[in-house]
Every structure is written in C-alpha cells, then in structure tokens.
C-alpha cells in the first residue's frame, strides 16, 4: 500500500468510529458496586439521592411520592413500620436502589418503580431520566433489568 492509500484508510477508519460507543458485554450477573451504581450515579443520583438529598427539578409535587435514594444500596431510616397499605413509612424511610427496583408499587403488583419509571418508553410521559436528558441506552437499560430480576444484589 502506498502512504496516500494507508493515510485515506486510516481517515475512514477514524470517520467511521467517531460515532461509534463501544460498551462491554452486558454483565449476566451485573451487581450494584460494579455495574449499576456507576449508571445511576450518571443519570440519576443529581436529582435521586446524591448526598443524601432530593430535588425536584422536573416540576410539580412531592406530596405523597416514593422517593429513591439511589446514591444507596440499602435504605437509611426506619423502612420496617408500615402504612399506607403496607408500604414503608416514606417520612422515616429513605429507601435505596434494591428497594426501589424489586418492591411492589403496592400489595398484590408485580410492577415496581423502576419498571414504571426506569423500563419505560422514554416518550411515556413520566420517563426516567426526563428530558431534557438523554434517556438510558440499552446497555444500561439491560444492565439495569438483569440486576433488577436477579434480586438487586450488592
């Protein structure tokens, strides 16, 4: 090959992977500490939990809401009193990752907040993260939802 051929082969080469991400096999057995935490902390942890705190950049009312501290495995407070039909009191509890990805909504429902909020369509219309964020790609949608049915485990 001569320097010209090498020189425009290596310039398509570099065209062609400047829009590429390359992301690792998605984990069969994806743990909280390795896999999911570093993706909740880029996407979620700024409004869910980061430092012990919330905020409510998207809008409207807290009032009566599930709260995830996501920046956390396992929940902080007292999470063992129930009410409200057999949820965690929300004012004592701060619950964590594990909670909010394998808990029921409510007793008797399979579907948790992440399969509510996280697993939908990111036109549905409470999409997590909102836009303006990017939604999750798919390896990190995966990652999430074989950590989520594997049991949430650290």
Known sequence: MTRTMIAAFSLLLAA????CTIYPAEPTSPTYTKDVQPILAAHCTRCHGGDGTLTNEVGGTRAGAIDCYLDQLADRGDCTTLVDGGQPSFSQCMPG???????PLAPGVTTTLFD???????DSPTPMPPPPAAPLNDWELNTLKRWAANGAPP
């Open 16 to 19: 062609a992977g400047a829009g």
């Open 97 to 103: 990752a594990k909670y909010c990805a394998t808990a």
């Open 116 to 122: 509510f909020y996280v697993f939908q369509a990111a």
